[in-house]
């Protein structure tokens, strides 16, 4: 490895950005609350950029070890930083999207009242989701796994008056803690059983162990651990149920967390740890499992939506379930370069419906838009590129990818490449559903458009109208690399480029040739699917448009089951929700009520009055404030270290 003294700079400056715009936003001008969100955030992607010139796919890794941590008997942790070949990817991806999306939030969000405050959260989810890109050890990801669900919380709940994005945010929150429980006891056993938590150290001493073939031995278990948390932060089933609500944020935080960066966390650390799920081939299987499953069920779902976020939401789920798969039969490098195409298109997808949402003054619903492509022609244009990205039309980027996983699914089990192949014709049915409902036709929304304080800002009464191009400029850029992104990937020169981290992707190179016609033929397989989905969201949106109604008439209770999402929803509020609620209030009254405050009432009055007051003081209430100790504490502690670096 080589020391690197600059890699410590690109999680540090969006802290910084973030501190500024959080402590003295609020006095400053929109200008300069915008150039220090910008600087602080583009700065990290120049610095990667220089960095990623002068890698290689043969160069060594990168590191910089901040400062001495935790040292507690044999065990220690630093805070440090890495970078191979798959944290480049990563770094370039968080940091270079990343970036165009605050660009084009300045626009989007400069009417809002507490823009300086919008700007420093962006900035701050930033820094915790390249300190887990970066971190050398699991701990120190960790922290910035943490951090980024801390982050995703206050960009969710953004606009908090509104009783929905609030909600939202908490069910957020709470859902990733249920997967973090299980990354965390997965933390614990490495730790008892392999002495660190350095991924160095800890995959030497995996890397001579057998693969457990029979029962569930110990990589079995850290790795199935490890899936549930990975299932929380990336919205698998079960624990998917996060995401679609998390569209009550800004759209410019959907492009960001739920498109590019925060939900893809977790495909990363399946990555990261492949040394582990290599090793555990029962684990292994559970996540093509789970990815597989995940990517037909939402995809069924995104049919029916109609919310022109929703419709993303569940599409986002889906295509990470693609991603997981691609993990789940090792292949790791079709995975993550999935996970970078679909950061170009899915992020592009995300702002151009914000654009849309802009444009007609806060309207998400489908069926009140038509027709805007006369009033939105570069909105029109780049969603049109990501719609045929994500279909997997060649020769866009999509289709690089998934064909990719399509091939590699094919070789573990026909089954995957099966449901692999229906979720790809569906998810170019309801692609290009959304692409005929919002942009073709007539317009079907009101005479004149309203905003309000709380939606997606429009400028107020008027026709639909095109964004300024200072959002446009973002969509543009993206709409490039949703066409050449997937050339990275041909003659395999992503997966040669990844291939020192993934050593058994060198092995894997040498057998493609022997497949190549069986290959081929699953591609015009895929080809074919993707146009048929087009050709049958022409005939029922475009050609037919009266007939999707009379279809879900006929299909009565079915759709309503799709259109409401299986219930999924409901029958988690029946089986975990109400009794949780009904069991805490139980706890409340009996624990509390009974057994503290009539006992202390009874003794004491002056007892009581001094308790109640210290516990009022301390216990708010508020998920907010706890959140804001949280962030509080966190800092004081990222001081510390800085503090203890430059000494």
Avoid at 401 to 408: G, M, Q
Wanted: include cysteine; hydrophobic fraction near 50%; glycine fraction near 10%.
């Amino acid at each position: 490895m080589t020391p690197n003294p600059y890699l410590w700079l690109i999680p540090v400056l969006p802290l910084a950005g973030a501190a500024i715009n959080g402590f003295f936003g609020r006095q400053s001008s929109k200008k300069a609350i915008s150039t220090i969100a910008l600087v602080f955030c583009g700065a990290p992607f120049g610095l990667a950029l220089w960095i990623a010139f002068g890698f290689s796919s043969a160069a060594a890794p990168y590191y910089f070890d901040f400062a001495h941590w935790i040292r507690a008997g044999s065990f220690q942790a630093d805070f440090s930083f890495y970078l191979d070949q798959l944290s480049l990817v990563m770094l370039l991806v968080v940091t270079g999207v990343g970036f165009l999306i605050h660009i084009y939030s300045v626009g989007y969000m400069w009417d809002d009242d507490g823009y300086y405050r919008f700007m420093s959260y962006m900035n701050l989810f930033m820094f915790f989701m390249l300190t887990l890109v970066l971190a050398k050890n699991y701990l120190l990801m960790f922290i910035g796994w943490e951090g980024v669900g801390l982050a995703s919380y206050l960009l969710i709940g953004y606009w908090f008056t509104k009783d929905s994005a609030a909600a939202a945010g908490k069910k957020a929150f709470i859902v990733n803690r249920i997967g973090d429980f299980g990354f965390l006891i997965a933390l614990f056993l490495i730790i008892r059983h392999f002495g660190s938590l350095d991924f160095t150290a800890v995959f030497d001493k995996i890397q001579p162990l057998q693969p457990e073939t029979t029962g569930a031995g110990l990589l079995t278990s850290i790795g199935l651990l490890l899936m549930v948390g990975a299932a929380g932060k990336s919205a698998q089933i079960p624990l998917y149920v996060w995401l679609p609500d998390a569209m009550e944020g800004p759209t410019p935080v959907s492009a960001l967390i739920h498109a590019a960066t925060m939900v893809t966390a977790g495909v990363y650390m399946v990555a990261r740890s492949h040394v582990i799920f290599e090793r555990a081939p029962g684990a292994l299987m559970v996540v093509a499992i789970v990815g597989a499953l995940t990517a037909l069920f939402a995809a069924t779902i995104g049919i029916a939506q109609t919310d022109i976020k929703k419709v993303l939401a569940y599409s986002t789920i889906s295509q990470l379930g693609y991603m997981f798969m691609a993990c789940g039969v090792a292949a790791f490098s079709a995975g993550i370069f999935h996970l970078m195409t679909h950061a170009f298109f899915k992020g592009l997808l995300f702002l151009a419906a914000g654009s849309v949402i802009h444009g007609i003054g806060g309207e998400q619903d489908m069926r009140k838009m038509g027709g805007l492509r006369q009033y939105m022609p570069w909105t029109f244009l780049t969603m049109g590129i990501a719609t045929l990205a994500i279909a997997g039309i060649p020769p866009l980027a999509g289709f690089w990818s998934k064909d990719e996983i399509l091939w590699k699914a094919y070789n573990a089990s026909w089954v995957y490449w099966l449901i692999g192949i229906v979720t790809a014709f569906i998810t170019s049915f309801y692609m290009f559903r959304l692409l005929y409902m919002t942009f073709f036709g007539d317009y079907r929304g009101a005479a004149t458009v309203n905003s309000h304080p709380h939606n997606d800002h429009g400028h107020g009464p008027g026709e639909p109208h095109e964004s300024p191009w200072g959002m446009l400029d973002p969509l543009v850029i993206l709409a490039v690399l949703s066409v050449v992104g997937g050339f990275a990937g041909y003659g395999n020169r992503f997966e040669h480029f990844l291939a020192p981290v993934f050593q058994a992707g060198v092995a894997e190179l040498a057998q493609e040739a022997a497949g190549t016609g069986t290959e081929h033929l699953l591609m015009g397989a895929s080809i074919f699917v993707a146009l048929l989905g087009w050709g049958l969201a022409y005939l029922l949106y475009y050609r037919l448009p009266q007939l999707p109604a009379r279809i879900a008439t006929n299909l009565g209770s079915l759709y309503r089951a799709v259109a409401n999402k299986y219930y999924v929803d409901e029958l988690y509020a029946i089986l975990f929700v109400q009794p949780v609620v009904d069991g805490s209030a139980t706890i409340l009254w009996k624990g509390v009520d009974e057994g503290v405050i009539d006992a202390t009432v009874n003794n004491s009055a002056d007892s009581a009055r001094h308790v109640s007051d210290n516990l009022r003081h301390m216990q708010s209430g508020n998920l907010r404030s706890y959140a804001g100790w949280v962030a509080a504490g966190g800092a004081v502690v990222i001081a510390y270290m800085i503090w203890m670096g430059v000494r």
